[in-house]
Nanobody, 115 residues
Framework: QVHLVESGGGLVQAGGSLRLSCAAS????????MGWHRQAPGKQRERVAF???????DYADSVKGRFTISRDNAKNTAYLQMNSLKPEDTAVYYC?????????WGQGTLVTVSS
C-alpha cells in the first residue's frame, strides 16, 4: 500500500520562501506523475504544479516564475520550492501521486503567508 507524507508547511512573511516535501512510501509504478494542489479557505482545490517521472513539469499561471517542482526518483519524493510568497498563496497544500488506474493524496500541509 502506498502512502504520501508531506512536510515543510508553516508561517512565512510575504516575500519569503518555503520548501514542501512529499515522500511516497511503498512500491510504486515507474509510470507516475507527482504534483501539488492547494485549497484556500472558501475556494476550490486548484492544481499548482506537476512533474512526470522523466522531469516534465507544468505550473499554474499564478505561480510561474516563483515556484519550482522537482523530484528525486530514487527516494520517491517530490519537492515544491516556493519563493516570493504572497498572502494569496495561503492555503492547505496537498501532494498528489497519479499511478496507472489510481490517484493518491497526502494529508495536506498548511502554508500561511502573512502580509
Amino acid at each position: 500500500q502506498v502512502h504520501l507524507v508531506e512536510s515543510g508547511g508553516g508561517l512565512v512573511q510575504a516575500g519569503g520562501s518555503l520548501r514542501l516535501s512529499c515522500a511516497a512510501s511503498g512500491s510504486i509504478s515507474s509510470l507516475n506523475v507527482m504534483g501539488w494542489h492547494r485549497q484556500a479557505p472558501g475556494k476550490q482545490r486548484e492544481r499548482v504544479a506537476f512533474i512526470t517521472r522523466n522531469g516534465r513539469t507544468d505550473y499554474a499561471d499564478s505561480v510561474k516564475g516563483r515556484f519550482t517542482i522537482s523530484r528525486d526518483n530514487a527516494k520517491n519524493t517530490a519537492y515544491l520550492q516556493m519563493n516570493s510568497l504572497k498572502p494569496e498563496d495561503t492555503a492547505v497544500y496537498y501532494c498528489n501521486l497519479v499511478l496507472p488506474g489510481l490517484e493518491l493524496w497526502g494529508q495536506g500541509t498548511l502554508v500561511t503567508v502573512s502580509s
